[in-house]
């Protein structure tokens, strides 16, 4: 099965097909599924992601991406998403192939 890690509105970075338990997207892989740490960083990453965004009636989606924030706190958004791939990486048992997406984004952030 493939992970996929990216940076999205109002989702955290792990990107599932299941459904919503407990308020986490599940991947329908019990070992991600169930493993606080990635949980945390999963939250962590998706809270500081969206903080990054403003409201603003102007724009067609109602937000505007804050880009000052953002590189102002782009290098601890860069350590969560390095702590969440090792993670997944340390708690891979073969079940899964990691599609990280995440540095796409974050070189955009510099």
Same mark, same amino acid.
């Given at each position: 099965?493939?992970?996929?890690?990216?940076?999205?509105?109002?989702?955290?970075?792990?990107?599932?097909?299941?459904?919503?338990?407990?308020?986490?997207?599940?991947?329908?892989i019990p070992i991600i599924?169930n493993d606080l740490v990635?949980?945390?960083?999963?939250?962590?990453?998706?809270?500081?992601?969206c903080s990054f965004f403003?409201?603003?009636?102007?724009?067609?989606? &109602?937000?505007?991406?804050?880009?000052?924030?953002?590189?102002?706190?782009? =290098?601890? #958004? !860069?350590?969560?998403?390095?702590?969440?791939?090792?993670?997944?990486?340390?708690?891979?048992? &073969?079940?899964?192939?990691?599609?990280?997406?995440?540095?796409?984004?974050? =070189?955009? #952030? !510099?």
């Amino acid at each position: 099965m493939e992970v996929l890690l990216l940076l999205d509105f109002l989702y955290g970075p792990i990107q599932g097909d299941g459904d919503i338990i407990d308020g986490y997207f599940s991947t329908d892989i019990p070992i991600i599924d169930n493993d606080l740490v990635v949980r945390d960083l999963d939250k962590k990453i998706s809270d500081l992601w969206c903080s990054f965004f403003i409201e603003n009636s102007l724009e067609p989606s &109602g937000f505007k991406f804050d880009e000052l924030k953002a590189k102002n706190n782009s =290098e601890e #958004l !860069k350590n969560l998403c390095k702590l969440l791939v090792e993670r997944l990486n340390n708690i891979n048992d &073969g079940t899964f192939v990691i599609n990280n997406r995440l540095d796409e984004t974050l =070189e955009r #952030l !510099k």
